[in-house]
C-alpha cells in the first residue's frame, strides 16, 4: 500500500520528539524504525517519467541518521569501493549539518547525488552495517545511499556545496576516453592535481550510461548534468561528437596531440544476444537502443522529439538484472499494455536490486519465472508476433554459485508478444582495442590492466570501470578511475 510522504514525514517527526537530544543505547538506537523512502503513486508514475523516489524530507533524514551505531570499527566503509567516512557524514546529517556532511562525502565521491540514487548500497556499505546484523536483514540497515542522497540534493539546491581545490598548473596534458562515472571520477582527481584534462565523449551528450542507459525516472538528467557542470567549472574540457578510436587513436592523441597520458573509460557498449531464431525481426531491441531512444533521444516526449517511437502492446523483455528492470518500467511508461519480464530462475536469484524489482512489480510489470526463449517469431511482414518459451526448473550451482536453468522437455509454449527487448548483459566496447594493438584484453574482451594502478599493457595508458570490470556499479567504476588517477598522477611526475 502506498503510503504519502506527508505520513511518513508526520512518522519521522515522532521518532525525532522521542529520540532526539537523549543519550542512546547502541540497542535503544536499533529500535528506531527504518525511514521508509518517499514515491510517487504507482498509478501516477506510470505515465510519467519523473523520479520515482521522491526523496527523504528533513525530519526523515534526521531521523534515519540516528540509527546510526557510530560503530569505532565502521565496518560499513569496508563495504564501499572508495571507502567514504561513513559514520562521519550520517554524524553531520543527524545535526541538519548537511554542507558539511557533503563535504566529507566529496573528500571521497564525487557524484554523491547519483550514488545515493543508482548504488546497490545492500551489497556494498549497508551489507556491512551492524544494525542490519543485529536485525539480521540487511534491508534493516541503515540507509546510507538514501541519507547521502539528501545531503548531496541539499548542498545543490541551496548552493552550498564548493568546487575542488586546483593546484597550480603543471604543464601536463592528460585525455580521458569517455565521459562516464570511472572517467568522470579519474578527470575530477587528475585536474585536482593541476594537469589538463580533455574528456572525449562519442555521443552528442556527456555523462556515459549514467545519461543513455539510466532511465530518467531513476536519475534526472539534471543531476548529470549538474556534475558535469562541476568538472567544467574545474577547468577541464569536454569534446563531444568525438569518437576515440575512429575520430582519432589512441597513438595519434599521444604521438602527435601532445597527450603526457591517457585514460579510458570507454564503457561495456556492445549488446549481447542471444542467439536465438527471430533475433533480426522488426521489433526485437537490445535493451541498449531501446534505452537510449527514451533516455538520449527522449523518444518519450511525442511532439516534443523527432525521435520514432516502436508501437507496442506486448513486451517481453529477456533478462533479470538492473537493465531489464529500467527498460520494462520504460516500456510501461511508452504506453505498452502488457510487459512482462522472462527470466530463466525464481525471483531469489535474480541480480536486479528488490527495489527496483518491488516498483516494478508496483507498476505492474509481469514477471515469468523459470522460463526461456527458444525462438521468436513473426508475421508475414517480419513484425514480432510471438516468441516460444520453455519452463525451467533449478539444478546444481553454476561457476557463479547460482542454480543452473535446466530446460524441462516438452513445456514449450508459445506466447503472444508484438516487442522483444535482450537485456542480458554487454560486452566491452571494442573500438580501441581494434585500433590499439599494444593494448592486451582478456576472451571477454575486457582490458588486462595492473590491479594496483589500473595501467594497461601500453605504457603511459590506463583504463577503468565497465571496459575493465565488464558491468560493473558506478561507485565500483568510480573506484577505478580514483585508483587510476592516482597512479597516473605519480606516472606524470616522472614525465
Avoid: W
Avoid at 368 to 394: D, F, M, S, W
Amino acid at each position: 500500500m502506498h503510503v504519502s510522504l506527508e505520513e511518513l514525514d508526520k512518522k519521522a517527526k515522532a521518532v525525532l520528539e522521542t529520540y532526539e537530544g537523549a543519550t542512546l543505547t547502541p540497542k535503544e538506537r536499533a529500535q528506531i524504525p527504518l525511514q521508509e523512502m518517499p514515491t510517487q503513486d504507482p498509478g501516477v508514475r506510470v505515465k510519467n517519467m519523473q523520479e520515482v523516489s521522491i526523496g527523504y524530507t528533513e525530519n526523515q533524514v534526521r531521523a534515519e541518521a540516528l540509527r546510526c551505531l557510530q560503530c569505532k570499527n565502521k565496518p560499513c566503509i569496508k563495504g564501499c569501493p572508495v571507502s567514504i567516512d561513513i559514520p562521519a557524514f550520517i554524524a553531520e546529517a543527524a545535526k541538519g549539518e548537511h554542507a558539511k556532511a557533503l563535504s566529507i562525502i566529496k573528500e571521497s565521491s564525487s557524484l554523491p547525488a547519483i550514488c545515493g540514487r543508482v548504488c546497490p548500497q545492500e551489497s556494498q556499505c549497508q551489507l556491512y552495517c551492524t544494525v542490519g546484523k543485529v536485525l539480521k536483514d540487511v534491508e534493516q540497515s541503515v540507509s546510507i545511499g538514501r541519507i547521502e542522497r539528501y545531503v548531496a540534493d541539499f548542498a545543490r539546491e541551496h548552493e552550498c556545496e564548493t568546487i575542488p581545490t586546483v593546484a597550480p598548473e603543471t604543464g601536463k596534458k592528460v585525455a580521458v576516453v569517455g565521459t562516464g562515472p570511472a572517467s568522470i571520477s579519474a578527470a575530477m582527481d587528475l585536474r585536482r592535481e593541476g594537469h589538463e584534462v580533455v574528456m572525449f565523449e562519442a555521443l552528442h551528450k556527456a555523462g556515459g550510461v549514467l545519461v543513455y542507459g539510466i532511465p530518467e525516472f531513476r536519475l534526472p538528467k539534471k543531476i548529470v548534468e549538474h556534475e558535469l557542470q562541476n568538472l567544467k567549472d574545474m577547468g577541464v574540457t569536454i569534446r563531444r561528437n568525438y569518437l576515440v578510436g575512429k575520430t582519432r587513436k589512441i597513438a595519434d592523441l599521444m604521438g602527435k596531440d601532445g597527450f603526457d597520458a591517457v585514460f579510458v573509460g570507454s564503457g561495456a557498449g556492445l549488446p549481447k544476444f542471444m542467439g536465438i531464431e527471430g533475433e533480426n525481426y522488426v521489433g526485437v531491441f537490445s535493451a541498449n537502443e531501446y534505452l537510449t531512444r527514451s533516455n538520449l533521444m527522449k523518444a518519450y516526449a511525442v511532439g516534443e522529439a523527432l525521435t520514432p517511437l516502436f508501437d507496442s502492446k506486448k513486451v517481453a523483455v529477456f533478462g533479470g538484472g538492473n537493465v531489464a528492470m529500467d527498460a520494462a518500467r520504460t516500456a510501461k511508461r511508452l504506453g505498452s499494455e502488457e510487459v512482462s519480464i522472462i527470466y530463466r530462475r525464481t525471483e531469489v536469484e535474480m541480480p536486479a536490486r528488490r527495489e527496483e524489482v518491488a516498483h516494478a512489480k508496483e507498476e505492474g510489470v509481469r514477471f515469468l519465472y523459470l522460463h526461456a526463449p527458444l525462438k521468436i517469431t513473426a508475421n508475414e511482414k517480419g513484425r514480432v508476433n510471438g516468441v516460444e518459451l520453455i519452463q525451467c526448473e533449478l539444478g546444481e550451482p553454476d561457476a557463479s554459485g547460482r542454480r543452473s536453468p535446466v530446460e524441462i522437455p516438452g513445456s514449450e509454449k508459445m506466447f503472444d508478444f508484438d516487442t522483444v527487448i535482450v537485456a542480458i548483459g554487454n560486452a566491452s566496447n571494442p573500438l580501441i582495442k581494434a585500433t590499439t594493438d599494444e593494448i592486451e584484453v582478456n576472451r571477454r574482451g575486457n582490458f588486462i590492466v595492473n590491479e594496483e594502478t589500473c595501467e594497461t599493457t601500453l605504457k603511459g595508458v590506463y583504463a577503468g570501470g565497465d571496459i575493465v570490470l565488464g558491468a560493473a556499479t558506478v561507485i565500483l567504476a568510480m573506484g577505478q578511475g580514483r585508483k587510476a588517477a592516482k597512479a597516473m598522477n605519480q606516472y606524470l611526475l616522472t614525465k
